[in-house]
């Protein structure tokens, strides 16, 4: 076990990390993990993309129509699917799965000052050093809140949206965005 001072953690605890041996079994589901691609739609609102989409379409099928038919249905399966994703690809680029939240990249210079105020504090424990660093602490935590509370009432604006103009697709996407956390 080792206990860190110096770790940012936003509280006067200090953070204690110990090394744990553990075995543990995998399922068979859990080791079955897919990982597929989610290409962005939301490009072929776009005329200019959504042009470029269907020409790149008709040429890759225009090339597999001039193929041997005699090739089991599988492989066309494979063939017609391939042809599909590498057009989505090339055309509509892949859509970002793990998106950061906007709201927090702003943030990253009162996180700094919030960790200069806590070494100042390790180094030098008096009263004043204590002080500056509760009032830095609630004035990063205020900030903190009121990005997130905008962030999510721009959210909640963009789903009303969605709903008065009947984008389900795009309703739905958020609702489970904000279901997941």
């Known amino acids: 076990m ?8 936003n509280t006067d605890h200090y953070l204690v990390i110990a090394k744990v041996r553990e075995r543990l079994a995998v399922g068979k589901q859990a080791a079955q993990v ?10 072929l609102n776009e005329p200019e993309v959504r042009e470029k989409y269907q020409i790149e379409i008709t040429n890759r099928f225009a090339a597999l129509e001039n193929s041997d038919d005699d090739e089991d249905v599988n492989r066309n399966w494979e063939n017609i699917k391939e042809n599909i994703q590498t057009s989505a690809k090339e055309s509509l680029g892949l859509d970002d ?6 709201w927090f990249d702003e943030c990253l210079g009162f996180l700094d000052q919030r960790k200069r105020a806590k070494i ?5 424990p008096n009263q004043s050093n204590v002080d ?17 509370k ?12 969605n709903n008065k103009i009947q984008n389900i697709r795009y309703l739905n996407r958020g609702i489970s965005d904000f279901k997941k956390g």
């Open 150 to 161: 905008a962030y999510l009432r721009d959210k909640i604006q963009e789903l009303e949206t």
């Open 2 to 9: 080792r206990s860190f001072r110096g770790a940012d953690c």
């Open 132 to 148: 500056n660093l509760n009032k830095v602490r609630r004035e990063v935590s205020r900030h903190f809140r009121n990005k997130k």
């Open 34 to 43: 897919f990982h597929r691609q989610r290409f962005n739609l939301r490009k």
């Open 97 to 102: 799965l793990k998106e950061n939240k906007p």
């Open 120 to 124: 100042q504090w390790i180094q030098d």
